[in-house]
């Protein structure tokens, strides 16, 4: 564990740094990220030993709760910061609550105005679902050398402008395999095979929670049938209170308080009076 200093001067404790992360590059141990969005989900994710937890900057604080030692990247949602005045100011609201990094797939000019804040910074290579239009929908990137080499020249832009990593997604395993040699961004996989510094997927995913989930994910547990048989148990309970309350069942005696007898009464007789 050790000792950090918060963007917002906050003595804290993380399990992993950035130091930690090149270095585990440099020695090519892999490092794993799952999405959380409670305190509850980070709670899970932390008690398993996951590497490092990422979530929307507005659900920050909360998954902080959670796990208040892991990596967390929050990431800056488009919609919701538009000019750079506003990501700018997301940023670093962001970390001054405590968040290890933020990640945004906007342009090279915004990853280098937060770099230049001294926020660690991540950007967004290969499949941007924001720009699948651009591609021709949602598709693997990098299954020819142009487009391979047009993964890197985005990684080196990245570098350049002062990011520490980036998410690649989807982009074909073994040209992620050739050029990850050639980038010392740490790189976090989701659909882009094991070559990835960072083994990332999402937590609904593991859990296998997700109705035709993408090719790249896996699950290792049933969730979806918990699901279907709580939304069971949801409609039998609802049902059953309106068949209550049609029925004058409920609320019954046990549920409610009465007035004292005498303040009824003078209740009662100020209500006569009143007309």
Not at 50 to 56: C, H, L, N, R, S
Request: aromatic residues 4%; glycine residues 10%; proline residues 3%.
């Amino acid at each position: 564990m050790k000792r950090i200093y918060t963007y917002g001067h906050a003595l804290e404790e993380r399990a992993l740094t950035i130091a930690d992360m090149r270095a585990n590059k440099a020695a090519g141990r892999k490092m794993t990220q799952v999405t959380a969005q409670t305190a509850a989900e980070a709670g899970i994710i932390a008690d398993q030993g996951i590497d490092m937890i990422i979530t929307g900057s507005d659900w920050y604080p909360e998954v902080r709760k959670g796990a208040p030692t892991t990596f967390i990247t929050a990431a800056l949602f488009a919609g919701r910061y538009v000019t750079n005045e506003e990501i700018l100011a997301g940023a670093i609201e962001a970390a001054m609550q405590g968040a290890d990094c933020v990640l945004t797939p906007r342009s090279l000019d915004v990853v280098e105005m937060i770099a230049n804040q001294g926020i660690a910074v991540q950007g967004h290579v290969g499949m941007v679902p924001s720009k699948s239009i651009q591609l021709g929908g949602m598709r693997t990137v990098g299954k020819t050398a142009d487009e391979a080499l047009a993964v890197l020249d985005d990684m080196r832009r990245l570098e350049d402008a002062g990011a520490f990593g980036c998410e690649v997604e989807c982009v074909a395993e073994d040209a992620l395999a050739a050029i990850s040699q050639h980038t010392s961004l740490i790189t976090s996989s989701i659909g882009a095979g094991p070559a990835g510094d960072v083994i990332f997927l999402f937590l609904e995913d593991i859990c296998g929670e997700t109705e035709n989930p993408p090719r790249h994910a896996q699950s290792w547990g049933d969730g979806a049938a918990i699901l279907r048989q709580l939304d069971q148990e949801r409609r039998r309970a609802v049902q059953g209170f309106k068949q209550a309350v049609d029925s004058g069942a409920y609320p019954a005696s046990g549920h409610t308080v009465s007035m004292r007898s005498d303040e009824k009464d003078k209740l009662l007789e100020a209500l006569d009076k009143r007309g």
